[in-house]
Structure formats: C-alpha cells, structure tokens
C-alpha cells in the first residue's frame, strides 16, 4: 500500500502543482500548498481500510481535492503537520523523481499567461483538466457539471486562448520589423 501511494505521488505531484497554477491562477508557493495538503488527505484516506480501492480515478480525484484546499477561504488551514528535526540534510541529497514544475519552456509560460487571461474558473478548470488528459465525463463528474457544459465551456476557453496567443504573436512580429 505505502508503495503504491508513494508511487502515485511520485508521479502526481509536479502534475498536480501545474494543475492547480493553472486552474486557479495560483502562483507556484500556492499551488505546492494545495497539492501538499491534498496528498495529506489522500495519505489518511488511504489507510481507511477500503477507501483507496473505492476511488475509482485517483488522478481526477487528487485535483479535485487539491482545488478545494486552494479554494478554501483564509483563515481554515490545516493544522500544521509536526515538525521533525534533522531531516534537512537527508531531503537536500534526495534528486527529484521530475523536473521542478517552476522550470517549464517559454511556450509552456505562454500557454499559462494566456490561461490566465481566462476569468471564467469553471473555463479554466476543464481547461486544467484537460491539458491533463481527462475525458469530458470525469471532468463532468469532479466538477459537478453536465458533460455538454464541459465541451461549452472548452470551446469557451480555447476561443479566449486563441484570441490571446494571437495577439501575442502579433505583437512579436511587430516588435521583430
């Protein structure tokens, strides 16, 4: 069991991080707060003999968790999980199983300015979801929405994304003359 979890966050967090930056507009302090406490939650539901199994698409879950504790108002925070001492110098020789979320190519930053330019969170939550990879039921389902306002609201997004994109390519080609 602690295997499988580890693995899953392993492979989950730098996604889940992105996913919340994106979906929220969270800056990267803030998007790694949220994506912690989720798999803080997720480690408790893991040892409720059953839960783990019952979860039936983990991934689509640990974002949708995640975006709760980043949408919570201030003031609500967990209590602060309790410090140990001399851990410093075993986590600064631990090598990152992925490159840090913060270290992203210059088209990867245009696509996260122009996600941003999107108001709507509805738009940019099943646009997260999507650069993620999941189908427009499961994003139905975590988002409480009908599948046909999942497919409004992507068409919705990229029409924004690509006005956005446009216009800063025009911008470079101008600057460039």
Known sequence: MRTCFLD?????????????MFARRATLETAEDAAQE??????????KP?????????????????LRRHDRPGGTRRRE??????????????????????DVATGTMRVLEALH???????????????DGHPDSVIAAHLDLDPQKVRNLRTKARRLLRRYLAAGRAQEGEAAR
């Open 8 to 20: 899953f966050y392993a492979d989950q967090y730098p996604q889940v991080v992105r996913f919340v």
């Open 38 to 47: 989720a798999f803080i939650e997720a480690w408790h539901t893991a040892h």
């Open 50 to 66: 059953g839960a783990w199994e019952r979860i039936e698409n983990r991934e689509a879950w640990i974002r949708r968790i995640a």
């Open 81 to 102: 999980p309790p410090a140990v001492s001399g851990l410093e110098g075993l986590l600064a020789d631990r090598s990152c199983p992925r490159p840090d979320p913060a």
């Open 117 to 131: 330019a999107v108001h709507d969170d509805q738009a940019r939550a099943v646009m997260a979801f999507t650069l």
